[in-house]
C-alpha cells in the first residue's frame, strides 16, 4: 500500500493567508493528499510576523480558493472554542470545501499563547477534551429534525437542532497524545486516525501496538484507526540542498536526520519505507519554510514516487 504523504504546516510562526494559500494550492498542483495546519495563537520563538492567523478562518478561505486537497488541523485545541462554534465551524467549512475537511483536536498545552490572547488555560483538560468530542460527534450525528442534548461536567446542551449538517457524512477525528491509557481510550472510542506528532522513531512502532489494543478492548476492528506520524521535513537533492534547508529553519543536519525525514531523497525514501513497515499509513510532513515551494516539488518528484 502507498504511504499517504500530507503537507503540515505551522503559521504562527509566521505567515499570512496568502502564503499559507500558496503552499495549500501547491500541495494540491503536486498531489499530496492534504494540507494542514497547526491551531496556535503565539510564535515559538522569533518574532512571528505578521501574526498569527486563526485556523478555521484559514482553512475556511482555502475551502473556497483550492478544489480537491483535504483540509485540517493537527491539532485543534479544546480550549480555544466551545464546543457548539467548533461543530457550527468545522461543519460550514466542510461544505464550503465540499466534503475535504478534517478535525484533528487535544486538549492544548502552550499556556503562554493563552496568556498572550486572554484564554483560560485550566489546569485539568482531558476531561474538556472528552466531553468536546461527545457534543462533535453527537450534534453532527442527530438526525435533522431532531435535537441534541448533552449534561456534562462542563458543557450542557439543551434542545440543540444541531445544525448545520456537514457535507461529509462523518467528518475524520483525529486524535493524538501519548498517554499510556486515556488517550488510546479516546481514540478508540471517537477518531478515524491517531497521530503520534514528532515521536522518537524506535518508539512508534510500539505505540501502534498499544493504540491496537485499544481498538480491541473498545471492541472495534484491528487496523480501523489509521495511523499517522508528523515528522520534521527537510530534503535536498544533494548535500549541499540539505544542508541549506536545514540552515533556513534553524536546525542541525545531524538532528533532523535522527528526528525528522531529512537527508537527501534516498535517506528520506528510506526513512518513509521503514514508517510504512512499522505500521505507519500517514505521514504528515512538518515544513517549516513556507517560502521555499521548491522543496515540496522535490518531494513530490523524487520522494513520493518511490514509496
Do not use: C
Amino acid at each position: 500500500m502507498a504511504l499517504d504523504l500530507r503537507i503540515f504546516t505551522e503559521p504562527q510562526q509566521g505567515a499570512s493567508y496568502d502564503t499559507q494559500l500558496a503552499v495549500a494550492k501547491a500541495t494540491e498542483q503536486l498531489g499530496f493528499s492534504a494540507f494542514f495546519r497547526s491551531d496556535h495563537y503565539l510564535a515559538m520563538g522569533g518574532d512571528g510576523l505578521p501574526g498569527p492567523t486563526d485556523s478555521w478562518t484559514t482553512l475556511a478561505g482555502l475551502a473556497r480558493d483550492t478544489d480537491t486537497v483535504r483540509l485540517g488541523t493537527l491539532v485543534s485545541s479544546a480550549t480555544f472554542r466551545h464546543p457548539g462554534v467548533l461543530a457550527i465551524q468545522v461543519a460550514q467549512v466542510d461544505q464550503m470545501s465540499g466534503g475535504r475537511v478534517e478535525l484533528g483536536l487535544g486538549t492544548g498545552w502552550f499556556a503562554a499563547e493563552h496568556a498572550a490572547y486572554g484564554i483560560p488555560f485550566p489546569e485539568k483538560r482531558f476531561g474538556i477534551l472528552t466531553e468536546q468530542l461527545e457534543i462533535l460527534t453527537g450534534l453532527w450525528g442527530t438526525p435533522v429534525g431532531e435535537t441534541f442534548d448533552f449534561d456534562g461536567t462542563h458543557y450542557t446542551i439543551q434542545d440543540s437542532p444541531a445544525l448545520p449538517k456537514p457535507a461529509q457524512e462523518q467528518v475524520p477525528i483525529i486524535v493524538g497524545g501519548g498517554g499510556p491509557r486515556r488517550t488510546p481510550a479516546l481514540a478508540a472510542r471517537f477518531a478515524t486516525e491517531y497521530n503520534q506528532s514528532f515521536p522518537q522513531i524506535e518508539e512508534i512502532g510500539p505505540r501502534i501496538g498499544v493504540i491496537e489494543q485499544a481498538l480491541s478492548d473498545a471492541g472495534r476492528a484491528p487496523g480501523s484507526l489509521t495511523q499517522s506520524v508528523a515528522l520534521v521535513l527537510a530534503v535536498g537533492a544533494d548535500e549541499a540542498e540539505f544542508t541549506r534547508r536545514a540552515a533556513a529553519i534553524g536546525r542541525e543536519p545531524a538532528e533532523l536526520r535522527e528526528h525528522g525525514v531529512a537527508g537527501t531523497v534516498s535517506e528520506a525514501v528510506d526513512r518513509l519505507a521503514s514508517l510504512r513497515d512499522q505500521g505507519v499509513q500517514r505521514v504528515y510532513l512538518q515544513v517549516l519554510d513556507l517560502q521555499d515551494l521548491d522543496h515540496l516539488d522535490l518531494v513530490a518528484r523524487e520522494v513520493a514516487p518511490q514509496l
